[in-house]
């Protein structure tokens, strides 16, 4: 009698444990991430490939959903002045154009730097004579002479790293050398917006760009900085911005927690910047 009475209650005590286990699993799984809503981010399109791949889904596993649009830092500077954009965040490549945002600025500060250089996809036309280079068997400035090379690079007028890209190259060859290359600031064959210049190297409408090491690393590119100190490391820098209007306040400094000193910081290091 007593060992049945034993059984019976061995099995109860079985059932409830299952059942305490199951409303626990089933509490855990219906708990809902936390939500902080919607953060809205301007930013260099140098960071493109980082930003709308690993962060932008992380940053969704911890509630926040990115909105983000790329670009020339200039142009999305100008937007902003203009009043046609009003995020809660702006990174620019060039912590000058964060400053003369003046009092729109709530908050900034540079965090991270990276090298300009020349990049190549592995699919290239000319990726055997630029590996060359990267091995250090054929001369970069002969490369870039190729004839029938197509070479692409971004806008002076609307991008920093269009910019840095003839300041680079005229520290490095002078101005014939680099008028030799470029040609003309604005030359038509050469230049492509910010955005669209990764894609037009991937599909081989460019066979080779200017770029900043942090997109050639994210996108699989090889890379080759700009001799010496035209590779301008000491002056390509990275500022975020939070935006004294930003329609969403707290989203915006998660955002800049995650990116700073988060687990954004590790996703951006990975892609090629340097935090500084």
Do not use: C
């Not at 038509?188 to 080779?208: C, H, K, N, Y």
Request: no cysteine; charged share 20%.
């Amino acid at each position: 009698m007593h060992q049945l009475t034993f059984a019976r209650f061995s099995a109860l005590a079985a059932s409830l444990s299952l059942a305490v286990s199951f409303t626990a699993m089933h509490a855990q799984a219906a708990t809902p991430r936390p939500d902080l809503g919607t953060v809205s981010v301007l930013y260099a399109g140098s960071l493109v490939t980082p930003m709308e791949g690993p962060l932008k889904a992380a940053l969704h596993e911890r509630g926040i959903e990115f909105e983000g649009e790329p670009g020339g830092s200039k142009e999305l500077a100008n937007l902003i002045v203009a009043g046609i954009r009003s995020p809660d965040v702006f990174i620019s490549v060039n912590p000058a154009l964060v400053t003369k945002l003046g009092d729109r600025v709530a908050s900034a500060v540079t965090f991270a730097g990276t090298s300009l250089g020349i990049a190549w996809a592995p699919n290239s036309k000319y990726a055997a004579l630029f590996d060359g280079v990267a091995n250090g068997a054929t001369p970069p400035q002969r490369a870039l002479e190729t004839p029938r090379l197509r070479i692409g690079r971004t806008d002076p007028q609307l991008d920093p790293k269009g910019v840095y890209t003839i300041e680079g190259m005229t520290m490095w060859l002078g101005h014939d050398g680099e008028q030799r290359i470029l040609g003309a600031d604005e030359n038509p064959s050469q230049i492509f917006p910010e955005q669209d210049l990764l894609a037009r190297v991937d599909t081989g409408q460019a066979d080779v760009g200017f770029f900043y090491r942090t997109e050639a690393i994210a996108r699989g590119y090889r890379f080759v900085p700009l001799p010496g100190g035209a590779a301008l490391t000491d002056r390509i820098s990275y500022t975020l911005a939070i935006m004294k209007a930003a329609p969403h306040p707290q989203a915006a400094h998660a955002f800049a927690d995650f990116v700073l000193s988060g687990p954004g910081r590790a996703i951006l290091e990975k892609a090629g910047l340097t935090y500084r």
